[in-house]
Nanobody, 115 residues
């Protein structure tokens, strides 16, 4: 199983980006899906998660600006990022957890917000 993340790029402050992460080669239904991010010199931060029943959680730093969603039929998770700030600049990593707790990781996609 591979997770392929896409959608990162360079955007001006106040702009939007939509990240996608699709699982290929899997016949498993996924439990929790989510996104982490890591900026240079900073600790990894959990950005958002979504459970199989659609329950979402967000880091305080992105509440009201980011929206996580998923398409279970496609084993894909999305992160809509609005009102982007320079502080959002980071590499974003997706993950998916099977119901037996096995975790898959994506390769990361870079988001750069210019002020």
């Amino acid at each position: 199983v591979q997770l392929q993340a896409s959608g990162g790029g360079l955007v001006q402050a106040g702009g939007s980006l939509r990240l996608s992460c699709a699982a290929s080669g899997s016949t498993f239904s996924m439990n929790v899906m989510g996104w982490y991010r890591q900026a240079p010199g900073k600790q990894r931060e959990l950005v958002a998660t979504i459970t199989s029943d659609g329950t979402t959680n967000y880091a305080d730093s992105v509440k009201g600006r980011f929206i996580i969603s998923r398409d279970n039929a496609k084993n894909t998770v999305y992160l809509q990022m609005n009102s982007l700030k320079s502080a959002d600049t980071a590499a974003y990593f997706c993950y998916m957890t099977r119901f037996d707790a096995y975790v898959y990781w994506g390769q990361g996609t870079q988001v750069t917000v210019s002020s």
